[in-house]
């Protein structure tokens, strides 16, 4: 069956984001609902999801409701999660851990996880430089 958006309650439709990538999004506001687990479907490794969680903060409790728990019958309201250095706020179910993702949030992720891969390679020259 399939979820509801939590802002605009338009059914999510598995949607080819690119080639060979598909995931659960509102057509309406373009939004992306990443289950449990798939955050590394818009990584290009593991130790990316790694080092980006790593800087995500708990923020205060979201307004949106989690839609894979409201299937459920289990009425939840997702966390917002605050990244450290960025202007970014992504909803979080504690329940399920679920992401929803707003239209301009996905690209914004790949760019932190591309800036964190950039600047681990920086720091590893730098401390080749060093020795
Ligand atoms: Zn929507
Ligand atoms: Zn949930």
Redesign the pocket.
Same mark, same amino acid.
Request: net charge positive.
């Given at each position: 069956m399939a979820l509801n %958006?939590?802002? =605009? /309650?338009?059914q999510?439709n598995e949607f080819e984001i690119e080639p060979g990538l598909y995931l659960d999004r =509102?057509?309406? %506001? /373009?939004?992306t609902w990443l289950g449990k687990g798939e955050l590394v479907m818009i990584a290009t490794s593991r130790d990316d999801v790694r080092k980006f969680q790593k800087e995500l903060v708990v923020g205060k409790a979201g307004t949106l409701p989690c839609p894979a728990c409201a299937q459920d019958g289990k009425a939840q309201t997702m966390l917002e999660l605050k990244h450290g250095a960025e202007e970014l706020t992504i909803d979080y179910c504690k329940t399920c851990f679920g992401l929803w993702l707003d239209k301009s949030e996905l690209p914004a992720i790949r760019t932190i996880m591309k800036q964190l891969r950039v600047k681990e390679k920086l720091g590893r020259l730098r401390s080749l430089r060093t020795v």
């Amino acid at each position: 069956m399939a979820l509801n %958006c939590p802002k =605009c /309650k338009s059914q999510l439709n598995e949607f080819e984001i690119e080639p060979g990538l598909y995931l659960d999004r =509102c057509e309406d %506001c /373009k939004g992306t609902w990443l289950g449990k687990g798939e955050l590394v479907m818009i990584a290009t490794s593991r130790d990316d999801v790694r080092k980006f969680q790593k800087e995500l903060v708990v923020g205060k409790a979201g307004t949106l409701p989690c839609p894979a728990c409201a299937q459920d019958g289990k009425a939840q309201t997702m966390l917002e999660l605050k990244h450290g250095a960025e202007e970014l706020t992504i909803d979080y179910c504690k329940t399920c851990f679920g992401l929803w993702l707003d239209k301009s949030e996905l690209p914004a992720i790949r760019t932190i996880m591309k800036q964190l891969r950039v600047k681990e390679k920086l720091g590893r020259l730098r401390s080749l430089r060093t020795v």
